[in-house]
T-cell receptor
Framework: IAGITQAPTSQILAAGRRMTLRCTQDMRHNAMYWYRQDLGLGLRLIHYSNTAGTTGKGEVPDGYSVSRANTDDFPLTLASAVPSQTSVYFC????????????FGEGSRLTVL | GQNIDQPTEMTATEGAIVQINCTYQTSGFNGLFWYQQHAGEAPTFLSYNVLDGLEEKGRFSSFLSRSKGYSYLLLKELQMKDSASYLCAVRDSNYQLIWGAGTKLIIKP
């Protein structure tokens, strides 16, 4: 089934640990995004990539890094997790030339203690 | 600053009609989106408006007035499965999406 796969779906992590959230899509979309969703707030963009080999910073990039080595994969890394990074993280993609509709993965729920 | 406002929560009755409003103040405008998000799930695309007027898609319609910075999502013949959060998002002049916090819609029998 075509779509976006995120892993892990849920993780509890000790503060100070490094963590990578994985995101893979098989729709050959050029643009990919990482959002975090917190209660009472709108989705906030962390990082994005318009095409393989390029990345950009979103609204809340501090403490996070991304890479885009190929079209399909867009991992998000927390170098040293802090409790304020407790959130639900969504990976999304959109095809070039479309209205900009986003296709979301199922989300990764991360708890930092 | 950029801002998207929508009600936090609404309640409606099965079979009825509900209108969810969204007002926005953004740096430029390049389209408005509505997404549906069931609890614990990912958002899914519902509609896109870039020109003023009404876009109808089955039981769901979305309206846009750019001069008023206003949109609404209209849901007809409500079903229990429509219980979800509805997210309004505006694409600004930099083609970045600005998201509202979402409206939680509760459908009662």
């Amino acid at each position: 089934i075509a779509g976006i796969t995120q892993a892990p779906t849920s993780q509890i992590l000790a503060a100070g640990r490094r963590m990578t959230l994985r995101c893979t899509q098989d729709m050959r979309h050029n643009a990919m995004y990482w959002y975090r969703q917190d209660l009472g707030l709108g989705l906030r963009l962390i990082h994005y990539s318009n095409t393989a080999g390029t990345t950009g910073k979103g609204e809340v990039p501090d403490g996070y890094s991304v890479s885009r080595a190929n079209t399909d994969d867009f991992p998000l890394t927390l170098a040293s997790a802090v409790p304020s990074q407790t959130s639900v993280y969504f990976c999304a993609s959109s095809p070039t030339g479309s209205t900009g509709e986003l296709f979301f993965g199922e989300g990764s729920r991360l708890t930092v203690l | 600053g950029q801002n998207i406002d929508q009600p936090t929560e609404m309640t409606a009755t099965e079979g009825a009609i509900v209108q969810i409003n969204c007002t926005y103040q953004t740096s430029g405008f390049n389209g408005l989106f509505w997404y549906q998000q069931h609890a614990g799930e990912a958002p899914t695309f519902l509609s896109y408006n870039v020109l003023d007027g009404l876009e109808e898609k089955g039981r769901f319609s979305s309206f846009l007035s750019r001069s008023k910075g206003y949109s609404y999502l209209l849901l007809k013949e409500l079903q229990m499965k429509d219980s979800a959060s509805y997210l309004c998002a505006v694409r600004d002049s930099n083609y970045q999406l600005i998201w509202g916090a979402g409206t939680k819609l509760i459908i009662k029998p």
